[in-house]
């Protein structure tokens, strides 16, 4: 599906810490330990999916973007001393619309594990040499879903002398990648998903995710007191 860049919205999702582990509770007991990242990947690209309508004979595919950085001797994973060069892959794994529609959360839970897990020095040598010999060509556009996890970075913690900030992430989201920023509303510490969708495919996205008891920030607004 291609967007029409004149009609689309702005949309941020706060997920408590208290909403990430209700939400796990609906998950059978084997994946209840999958991490925060990967529960709210898959309610994502799940509601994504469905609030798209898309064809059910289609592929629905999704990528997530991940460094190696700060990961020595995680999946044998780690970089020479001094190393400034790309570290970035897109793990991506797919599943049959109609399947994804129609199965449960857990499904695409797993989905989003194996891709994950992939991620190790087998998997990243290979794409880094794959992207020399191919000329990095950009990634697939057609029912693809990019996902970045910036909940780490440490964005929230940066002082230049004024305080901690209210907000310490992207100002908005991309028609492909959403982004997911960390965020404390009302003393409770969680994650604000921001995603970008047609007004209507928003308002049905919306719906798909209120089993998951999100928090929807419609006019969510920082003001800069300088």
């Known amino acids: 599906m291609v967007m029409d860049p004149n009609d689309v919205v702005q949309g941020s999702f706060f997920f408590s810490s208290n909403q990430i582990r209700k939400t796990r509770e609906l ?14 990947t898959s309610c994502l690209w799940k509601c994504r999916t469905i609030a798209l309508e898309l064809d059910p004979k289609e592929t629905a595919r999704f990528s997530c ?100 900030p209210l907000f310490g992430g992207p100002a908005m989201a991309l028609s492909l990648i959403s982004m997911y920023v960390p965020y404390e509303d009302k003393w409770e510490k969680g994650a604000v998903v921001l995603i970008c969708l047609p007004t209507l495919v928003m308002e049905r996205f919306e719906q798909e995710l209120k089993p998951y008891k999100m928090h929807h920030f419609k006019d969510l607004k920082i003001v800069s007191s300088l």
Do not use: Q
């Open 27 to 40: 998950l059978p007991k084997h994946l209840r330990n999958c991490t925060r990242f990967e529960l709210l």
């Open 65 to 164: 973007i991940t460094s190696i950085r700060g990961k020595k001797n995680v999946n044998n994973l780690s970089l020479p001393s001094g190393y400034y060069g790309n570290t970035f892959a897109y793990p991506a794994a797919v599943s049959n619309v109609r399947v994804l529609h129609k199965s449960p959360l857990g499904y695409a839970v797993e989905i989003v594990k194996r891709a994950k897990g992939r991620v190790n020095e087998e998997y990243m040598k290979p794409v880094a040499d794959l992207m020399v010999i191919i000329g990095r060509p950009l990634h697939t556009v057609s029912g693809n879903y990019i996902v970045s996890d910036t909940t780490h970075v440490g964005f929230d913690e940066v002082d230049f002398g004024w305080g901690l």
